[in-house]
């Protein structure tokens, strides 16, 4: 996964360019940002561009991320997913020892509870573009609650 990280490149595409009829400007320095994947921690070294030469400017592109479809996430897609999977079938504390079990590498309850979080977020856009079920076809909602003592 290293080398194939390297292979990548830093993505420099020059001193100033055009992006979306806007020019941004490549920091003086590369950045160095940590990537987990399903085969572990990584580190990846690229340019990033920024609409101002001012380092305090917002980035608008990080052209190695843009490529390989990763965010400002510490985790890639794929673990993101499986993690996802894992944690949808039983307890997060159960979760991180299936991750371990089966990648190798220990991930923290902590670190799949943040993923969840992330990821519900998403879930929760996507659902309020989805428009509510005619009255007609809803059903009845019965909640029922019970004590300690039950």
Same mark, same amino acid.
């Given at each position: 996964?290293?080398?194939?990280?390297? #292979?990548?490149?830093?993505?420099?595409?020059?001193? @100033?360019?055009?992006?979306?009829?806007?020019?941004?400007?490549?920091? #003086? $320095? %590369? @950045?160095?940002?940590?990537?987990?994947?399903?085969?572990?921690?990584?580190?990846?070294? %690229?340019? =990033?561009? &920024?609409?101002? /030469?001012?380092?305090?400017?917002? @980035?608008?592109?990080? /052209? @190695?991320?843009?490529?390989?479809?990763?965010?400002?996430?510490?985790?890639? /897609?794929?673990?993101? +997913?499986?993690?996802?999977?894992?944690?949808? +079938?039983?307890?997060?504390?159960?979760? $991180?020892?299936?991750?371990?079990?089966?990648? !190798?590498?220990?991930?923290?309850?902590? %670190?799949?509870?943040?993923?969840?979080?992330?990821? $519900?977020?998403? #879930?929760?856009?996507?659902?309020? %573009? &989805?428009?509510?079920? /005619?009255?007609?076809? +809803?059903? +009845?909602?019965? =909640?029922?609650?019970? !004590?300690?003592?039950?």
């Amino acid at each position: 996964m290293d080398t194939f990280l390297q #292979a990548q490149g830093d993505g420099d595409q020059g001193d @100033v360019i055009m992006h979306h009829d806007q020019r941004i400007y490549r920091s #003086a $320095a %590369t @950045v160095s940002r940590s990537l987990r994947t399903i085969f572990g921690k990584h580190q990846i070294k %690229t340019s =990033v561009y &920024r609409s101002s /030469p001012d380092l305090k400017s917002a @980035v608008i592109l990080r /052209p @190695v991320n843009d490529r390989l479809g990763l965010t400002t996430d510490r985790y890639s /897609p794929l673990l993101q +997913e499986f993690s996802l999977l894992f944690c949808c +079938e039983q307890a997060f504390h159960g979760s $991180a020892d299936a991750c371990s079990q089966v990648f !190798g590498h220990q991930l923290s309850v902590d %670190t799949l509870q943040k993923v969840s979080r992330r990821l $519900a977020e998403r #879930a929760d856009q996507f659902l309020q %573009t &989805r428009e509510a079920p /005619p009255p007609v076809e +809803e059903g +009845e909602l019965l =909640v029922m609650t019970a !004590g300690d003592d039950c």
